[in-house]
């Protein structure tokens, strides 16, 4: 699972209420998708393409076990995201709902907002096309890994009977 794209890069720190605020976790995700991000990067919501690549700092998805911040970030049509780390729930929420995640210590310190990115979530290779740099973390579980080649778990969980057995 390879993915190249433009960098958008956010600091430490980022609850899933900055995501997602609050007053929009009802709305119909077309709203939603207006205001990820926004208070961090207003131009975020208006300007992210399909394919582009969210690179944050430590704790990335902390304080709320809210999918709706995952949803959210993958109807901007994001390839995947990338972090120092990640909030726990929030990293296995990524993969329950389709939206591929790399953590990657450092991985803020090879990039700049803009830069050109590929991404490779099976192998955990992570490339700065710009500058050149290259690292590798740690790849996602294999069956982290099965659950985004399906889609998402409840994709998965359709297509596999055999988990229930």
Same mark, same amino acid.
């Given at each position: 699972?390879?993915?190249?794209?433009?960098?958008?890069?956010?600091?430490?720190?980022?609850?899933?209420?900055?995501?997602?605020?609050?007053?929009?976790?009802?709305?119909?995700?077309?709203?939603?998708?207006?205001?990820?991000?926004?208070?961090?990067?207003?131009?975020?919501?208006?300007?992210?393409?399909?394919?582009?690549?969210?690179?944050?700092?430590?704790?990335?998805?902390?304080?709320?076990?809210?999918?709706?911040?995952?949803?959210?970030?993958?109807?901007?049509?994001?390839?995947?995201?990338? $972090? %120092?780390? +990640?909030?726990?729930?929030?990293?296995?929420?990524?993969?329950? *709902?389709? /939206?591929? @995640?790399?953590?990657? =210590?450092?991985?803020?310190?090879?990039?700049?907002?803009?830069?050109?990115?590929?991404?490779?979530?099976?192998?955990?290779?992570?490339?700065?096309?710009?500058?050149?740099?290259?690292?590798?973390?740690?790849? $996602? %579980?294999? +069956?982290?890994?099965?659950?985004?080649?399906?889609?998402?778990? *409840?994709? /998965?969980? @359709?297509?596999?009977? =055999?988990?229930?057995?």
């Amino acid at each position: 699972m390879k993915f190249t794209g433009r960098c958008w890069k956010f600091g430490d720190n980022i609850p899933t209420d900055q995501l997602v605020k609050s007053r929009y976790v009802f709305d119909p995700m077309e709203e939603i998708v207006k205001h990820v991000l926004e208070d961090l990067n207003p131009e975020f919501p208006a300007k992210v393409q399909p394919g582009d690549i969210v690179v944050a700092g430590k704790h990335f998805g902390q304080s709320s076990g809210r999918a709706i911040a995952t949803k959210a970030l993958r109807a901007t049509g994001i390839g995947c995201v990338v $972090a %120092d780390t +990640f909030a726990r729930t929030f990293y296995r929420n990524c993969f329950e *709902i389709g /939206l591929p @995640a790399l953590a990657l =210590d450092g991985a803020t310190g090879m990039v700049d907002d803009g830069d050109r990115l590929t991404v490779d979530i099976a192998t955990g290779e992570f490339r700065n096309e710009t500058t050149g740099a290259v690292r590798t973390a740690a790849p $996602a %579980d294999p +069956f982290l890994l099965q659950m985004l080649e399906a889609g998402g778990l *409840i994709k /998965l969980a @359709a297509a596999r009977s =055999d988990l229930f057995e």
